[in-house]
T-cell receptor, first 112, second 113 residues
Framework: GAGVSQSPSNKVTEKGKDVELRCDPI?????LYWYRQSLGQGLEFLIY????????KSGLPSDRFSAERTGGSVSTLTIQRTQQEDSAVYLC??????????FGPGTRLTVL | AQSVTQPDIHITVSEGASLELRCNYS??????LFWYVQSPGQGLQLLLK??????LVQGIKGFEAEFKRSQSSFNLRKPSVHWSDAAEYFC???????????FGTGTRLKVLA
């Protein structure tokens, strides 16, 4: 069965460039989450979607970060003018009504 | 303040030995509790969850956890560890009415042959 998928799996970019990270949730899951995991750190909540709306964007680190979700399905996390401190693994998760989150494999972002 | 504490950053056990990973939480509402496992280079896999009912929860891969409200704990156990269990384990807490789950900082498990 299809789980949560994320693309790309790895992304290397130069400082100042924009990047887009994609998440395909499990079909039928209404909730979608983005987390960030930095080396040696725990999971940092970024944003939550219920359907296409994002009631809580408070976890986004700065206004360089934005996310959208279309059709209640695919979500894109965009980081503009990347900085070295943005280097991390970005994890997407989706959840059905029972609230257990299912995570994708992550996108490892390296900003040079 | 709401928090999850995993007191052990690293744990090393021998293959075949029993395992207990500790998780303590501070949470105002009735908690939903989860354990996830992350193998190197992988995402997080749900091991088990507790919402209500029986406080002893069975999960995948032979893991179980017990919710102890009086101790604010949700410790993960396995009677006999396999080398493939070497990974990082995360405890998380949430509740009905909130979507923002709080994760512990993880416990890295090493298994000796």
């Amino acid at each position: 069965g299809a789980g949560v998928s994320q693309s790309p799996s790895n992304k290397v970019t130069e400082k100042g460039k924009d990047v887009e990270l994609r998440c395909d949730p499990i079909s039928g899951h209404t909730a979608l989450y983005w987390y960030r995991q930095s080396l040696g750190q725990g999971l940092e909540f970024l944003i939550y979607f219920q359907g296409n709306s994002a009631p809580d964007k408070s976890g986004l680190p700065s206004d360089r970060f934005s996310a959208e979700r279309t059709g209640g399905s695919v979500s894109t996390l965009t980081i503009q003018r990347t900085q070295q401190e943005d280097s991390a693994v970005y994890l997407c998760a989706s959840s059905p009504r029972d609230r257990a989150m299912f995570f994708g494999p992550g996108t490892r972002l390296t900003v040079l | 303040a709401q928090s999850v504490t995993q007191p052990d950053i690293h744990i090393t056990v021998s293959e075949g030995a029993s395992l207990e990973l500790r998780c303590n939480y501070s949470y105002g509402a009735t908690p939903y509790l989860f354990w996830y496992v992350q193998s190197p280079g992988q995402g997080l896999q749900l091991l088990l969850k507790y919402f209500s009912g029986d406080t002893l929860v069975q999960g995948i891969k032979g893991f179980e956890a017990e919710f102890k409200r009086s101790q604010s704990s949700f410790n993960l156990r396995k009677p006999s560890v396999h080398w493939s269990d070497a990974a990082e384990y995360f405890c998380a807490v949430g509740s009905s009415g909130t979507y923002k789950y709080i994760f512990g900082t993880g416990t890295r498990l090493k298994v000796l042959a």
